[in-house]
């Protein structure tokens, strides 16, 4: 008999056994942990909520605080407005910059409009920040792997523009050049899938042999740790659904990794109600689990939607314990007592 621990779902069951594809007669849920909010989409949200505290709302943010739509709706209805751009903002007012992190160029434009900067940039990109400035100062060619178009890697490559190129997958490969091959070194952004990553560095150096890698991991612990969960449940599951919005690049890597692991199916949903009955037919095991910018509360929903069928079983599947915390950014620190 499984061990039966209560979640606090209404209707479900949970239990912490393991079993094959096999050996399960009854329609169950495996529930990835961890999942959802890492620490620095803690401090990003946390900080819009404290900025809207403090000051009253209107508070701007420049750009989705973190890729979720119901995140940016809440904070929109808290007194959030979101902009595109910085020169949308009013002279003096308050601005947030998002968790994707800025160019400089951006903080130059929020200085010259008089902006009160609060930046929640995750302090984990600002450290491939860091390595990309270092390694510029020192005039290497800074290979960035990462998704074109994406925030965090616009941010990441205008801290050396004559210095960073660009390298979207394995197969962006083939048109990389460098001038000098004792100096070339490659970052990442820091939500890729780890295997895609890896075979884009792999075929890199067997370009450039003397490739350099980063001083340490860019890929960030929450992006890996919830990767290696689904890797651990995919392959007992006919059906993976992944809570998360389409711009969430860790989001939507989990869908692949959950697909490359074994899973039959894997889908992408913001809310409970995206989940289309079809996908359940015929499936016993499906996997859950949620993007790093995802709120507990909409995994709640769909592990009740999905109780309404009959999958009332919820099984955890733990592969890493999280106790990861940032300080919030000095300007809404609260003040020590
Ligand atoms: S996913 Fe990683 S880098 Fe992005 S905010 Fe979370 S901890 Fe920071």
Same mark, same amino acid.
């Given at each position: 008999?499984?061990?039966?621990?209560?979640?606090?779902?209404?209707?479900?069951?949970?239990?912490?056994?393991?079993?094959?594809?096999?050996?399960?007669?009854?329609?169950?849920?495996?529930?990835?942990?961890?999942?959802?909010?890492?620490?620095?989409?803690?401090?990003?949200?946390?900080?819009?909520?404290?900025?809207?505290?403090?000051?009253?709302?209107?508070?701007?943010?420049?750009?989705?605080?973190?890729?979720?739509?119901?995140?940016?709706?809440?904070?929109?209805?808290?007194?959030?407005?979101?902009?595109?751009?910085?020169?949308?903002?009013?002279?003096?007012?308050?601005?947030?910059?998002?968790?994707?992190?800025?160019?400089?160029?951006?903080?130059?434009?929020?200085?010259?409009?008089?902006?009160?900067?609060?930046?929640?940039?995750?302090?984990?990109?600002?450290?491939?920040?860091?390595?990309?400035?270092?390694?510029?100062?020192?005039?290497?060619?800074?290979?960035?792997?990462?998704?074109?178009?994406?925030?965090?890697?616009?941010? $990441?490559?205008?801290? !050396?523009?004559?210095?960073?190129?660009?390298?979207?997958?394995?197969?962006?490969?083939?048109?990389?050049?460098?001038?000098?091959?004792?100096?070339?070194?490659?970052?990442?952004?820091?939500?890729?899938?780890?295997?895609?990553?890896?075979?884009?560095?792999?075929?890199?150096?067997?370009?450039?042999?003397?490739?350099?890698?980063?001083?340490?991991?860019?890929?960030?612990? !929450?992006?890996?740790?919830?990767?290696?969960?689904?890797?651990?449940?995919?392959?007992?599951?006919?059906?993976?659904?992944?809570?998360?919005?389409?711009?969430?690049?860790?989001?939507?890597?989990?869908?692949?990794?959950?697909?490359?692991?074994?899973?039959?199916?894997?889908?992408?949903?913001?809310?409970?109600?995206?989940?289309?009955?079809?996908?359940?037919?015929?499936?016993?095991?499906?996997?859950?689990?949620?993007?790093?910018?995802? /709120?507990?509360?909409?995994?709640?929903?769909?592990?009740?939607?999905?109780?309404?069928?009959?999958?009332? $079983?919820?099984?955890?599947?733990? $592969?890493?314990?999280?106790?990861?915390?940032?300080?919030?950014?000095?300007?809404?620190? /609260?003040?020590?007592?």
């Amino acid at each position: 008999m499984p061990s039966t621990i209560n979640m606090g779902i209404p209707g479900a069951a949970s239990s912490v056994v393991s079993g094959g594809r096999s050996e399960s007669l009854s329609k169950r849920v495996l529930l990835a942990e961890p999942r959802g909010y890492c620490a620095g989409v803690d401090r990003a949200v946390e900080t819009v909520e404290r900025a809207l505290e403090k000051h009253g709302a209107p508070v701007y943010v420049r750009h989705e605080i973190v890729h979720n739509r119901h995140v940016v709706e809440t904070l929109a209805k808290a007194g959030a407005i979101f902009v595109d751009e910085t020169d949308e903002v009013p002279e003096g007012a308050i601005v947030v910059f998002s968790a994707h992190g800025v160019a400089p160029t951006v903080h130059q434009t929020a200085a010259e409009r008089d902006l009160k900067v609060i930046d929640a940039t995750c302090p984990l990109v600002t450290k491939v920040h860091n390595e990309a400035k270092r390694f510029a100062r020192d005039d290497y060619d800074i290979l960035l792997i990462g998704h074109e178009g994406h925030e965090e890697v616009i941010g $990441t490559a205008g801290e !050396a523009p004559d210095h960073v190129q660009l390298v979207d997958g394995p197969d962006a490969v083939d048109n990389v050049r460098i001038r000098d091959e004792n100096k070339v070194i490659w970052l990442s952004q820091t939500t890729l899938s780890v295997d895609e990553t890896m075979e884009t560095v792999r075929r890199l150096r067997e370009k450039f042999p003397t490739l350099q890698d980063p001083p340490s991991d860019d890929i960030c612990y !929450a992006t890996q740790n919830r990767q290696v969960a689904v890797k651990a449940m995919a392959p007992e599951c006919e059906l993976v659904i992944v809570v998360g919005s389409r711009n969430s690049s860790n989001s939507v890597r989990l869908v692949e990794v959950a697909l490359n692991a074994g899973s039959d199916a894997a889908h992408l949903v913001d809310y409970a109600e995206d989940i289309d009955p079809a996908w359940l037919d015929g499936v016993t095991t499906i996997g859950v689990t949620s993007g790093a910018s995802v /709120p507990e509360i909409l995994v709640r929903g769909v592990l009740e939607r999905l109780a309404d069928y009959g999958y009332d $079983t919820v099984q955890p599947v733990t $592969t890493a314990n999280e106790t990861l915390v940032f300080a919030l950014p000095r300007e809404i620190r /609260p003040p020590r007592s």
